[in-house]
């Protein structure tokens, strides 16, 4: 008896799989085919007509196998995997119909290809019964090689065909395994890395699965299994679990809820809570996303509110404060005034030059003073309370260099005011803005050239853009903060008359309107001042005039 021994083929060329991305790491290449060559199973008791059959099919170069009786066979096939099968029907003991009935009961030669040889000459019930035990042909001796050596070929090509597409498949299953498990690893290790708690519980509730972020933020012993952990009772309040629950199981998810939730040493936290239902290819729902504590920024939070109403009480304490002294200021400067004039007026005659001129100094500051306070008194008054109806800007700046005749009739003053809105403001507290930005555009403006006013207003997303643009003395950058402070003067009152509240009182009033104001200016290139108000909804009633 001649046993093959398989021999590996020379197959060195790899071949790419359908699909595949074209990388060149070696993990994406299907292994080499290979090139083995196929076992032929020949049974017959008589040596004459196996070496017959072997001498017939020696062109096909394939290890042939011999067994001399059905016993043979059938312990041959126990320890190789044959491409096909050639059985003498006519053997003693055990004939080819007896053994093919055997083979067939063997799982791995369920479908082994069997050709029947037979030297008798065909009855039908015998080429039938050869049928029916799974032949797929049968062929009378003397056998002519060149047949013989064809049909072989045929089978032997079929199962070798059938063995690579096995063999990838094989390779390809053990390739998605091997990712997949990869896959499931560095999943793994983010999770366990990730400061997020990560966490799968069943519809009701009970975990499923939860990272050592999600332990360590409900204080969960690590070895405690996941289903003994209900994360309904984590929750401080039953209305507040009830409310997400019926959100989660309404909209498929929730983002970003926070919430209050108990930990197992019973600290209470503020989390942020993400949900979503996820549904398993067997249908079974459960609810996956995560949590994260953010009381720290819950606290900070609580703190910068307390912060801000502090700040806001105490604004309102000092507005409060400055108004009432203003107030009760003003009636001691005026009797100090009055009795300085009347003490000029009366007993001026009697004092020497050095004398007057004290007096003169008393009078002038108690005026200087009484301007202090007034300015005090109207910043503390303004932008108590925002009283908002349409506003004509156009008109309400007509009205505005009405009030400026003096300075207009004295110099050639060019100024330009097309395309105001009428919007939604308070019609006192914006004739003061528009009052102040015309007034300073005026005073500042530049000894060698005509006072140019251009004043404009666009409309920007949500709010009205506002320029008041002159080609005054301008300021220098480093000051462009400091100007719209209380009494903050870059002159002396000799250079220009004011108190320096101007601006503060303009930054108050857009401040309160929900708006904001800035300069853009250089010494000696004039000065733009931007300001904006916000419009309350799109279809607010606002035209172009
Ligand atoms: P006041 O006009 O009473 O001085 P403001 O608060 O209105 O007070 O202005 C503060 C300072 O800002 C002014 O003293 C001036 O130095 C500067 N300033 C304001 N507007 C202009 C302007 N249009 N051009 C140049 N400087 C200006």
Redo the contacts with the bound molecule.
């Keep these: 008896m001649h046993l093959a021994i398989p021999r590996l083929g020379n197959g060195a060329g790899l071949i790419m799989p359908e699909n595949a991305p074209a990388m060149s790491s070696r993990r994406f290449f299907s292994p080499a085919p290979v090139e083995e060559r196929a076992k032929v199973l020949l049974v017959d008791d008589r040596p004459d007509k196996l070496l017959a059959l072997q001498a017939a099919l020696a062109g096909l170069d394939e290890d042939l196998i011999i067994a001399h009786s059905g016993k043979e066979a059938l312990r041959q096939l126990l320890v190789h995997d044959v491409a096909v099968i050639l059985l003498d029907v006519n053997m003693p003991v055990m004939d080819g119909f007896e053994t093919a009935a055997l083979i067939r009961q063997r799982h791995n030669n369920e479908k082994t290809p069997i050709i029947f040889i037979s030297a008798l000459n065909p009855v039908e019930n015998h080429v039938t019964r050869g049928y029916s035990l799974g032949a797929v042909d049968y062929i009378f001796s003397p056998v002519v090689s060149d047949v013989l050596q064809a049909k072989v070929a045929v089978f032997v090509d079929l199962y070798k065909r059938t063995r690579e597409v096995k063999r990838r498949a094989d390779w390809l299953r053990q390739e998605a395994e091997l990712r997949a498990a990869n896959l499931e690893l560095r999943l793994d290790s983010l999770l366990n890395r990730l400061n997020v708690g990560v966490f799968r519980a069943n519809r009701s509730g009970r975990l499923l699965s939860a990272n050592p972020a999600y332990h360590r933020l409900f204080s969960i012993n690590p070895s405690t299994t996941a289903s003994s952990i209900d994360m309904n009772h984590f929750f401080v309040s039953e209305g507040d679990r009830l409310g997400l629950m019926a959100r989660l199981l309404a909209n498929g998810k929730i983002q970003e809820a926070y919430v209050q939730q108990r930990r197992m040493d019973g600290e209470v936290l503020w989390t942020s809570l993400s949900m979503a239902v996820s549904t398993d290819v067997d249908g079974t729902q459960s609810i996956d996303g995560m949590v994260e504590d953010i009381t720290a920024r819950k606290e900070t939070e609580a703190a910068l509110i307390s912060k801000a109403e502090e700040l806001a009480r105490s604004n309102a304490e000092l507005e409060q404060f400055a108004f009432i002294a203003s107030h009760d200021l003003q009636e001691p400067l005026r009797m100090i005034s009055s009795f300085a004039s009347l003490m000029t007026s009366r007993y001026g005659g009697q004092l020497d030059t050095k004398g007057l001129s004290f007096l003169l100094q008393i009078e002038l500051s108690a005026k200087r003073m009484q301007e202090l306070v007034c300015s005090i008194l109207s910043y503390s008054k303004t932008g108590k309370m925002v009283q908002r109806s349409p506003v004509d800007t156009a008109d309400l700046v007509q009205r505005t260099l009405a009030g400026f005749e003096d300075a207009l009739s004295e110099a050639a003053v060019e100024i330009d005011y097309t395309r105001l809105p009428v919007l939604d403001g308070d019609q006192v507290m914006l004739t003061q803005v528009f009052q ?2 015309i ?3 005026l ?2 403006r530049h000894p060698q050239r005509n006072p140019q006013i251009r004043i404009d207003a666009e409309q920007i997303e949500g709010a009205w853009l506002f320029t008041i643009a ?1 080609n ?4 220098p950058p480093e ?1 462009h903060e400091k ?2 402070g209380i009494f ?4 002396t009152r000799d250079e ?11 930054k108050k009033v857009i401040e309160r309107h929900g708006g904001v104001i800035t300069i853009e ?1 250089h010494p000696d290139q ?2 733009t ?1 931007r300001f904006t108000i916000p419009v309350p909804d799109p279809d607010a009633r606002s035209s172009q005039t």
Excluded: V, W
């Design positions: 102040n930005l007034g300073n555009a005073k500042f002159d005054g003395i301008g300021i000051f100007i719209f903050q003067r870059l002159h220009y008359p004011g108190t320096g509240i101007g601006l503060a009182i303009c200016s004039g000065s001042f």
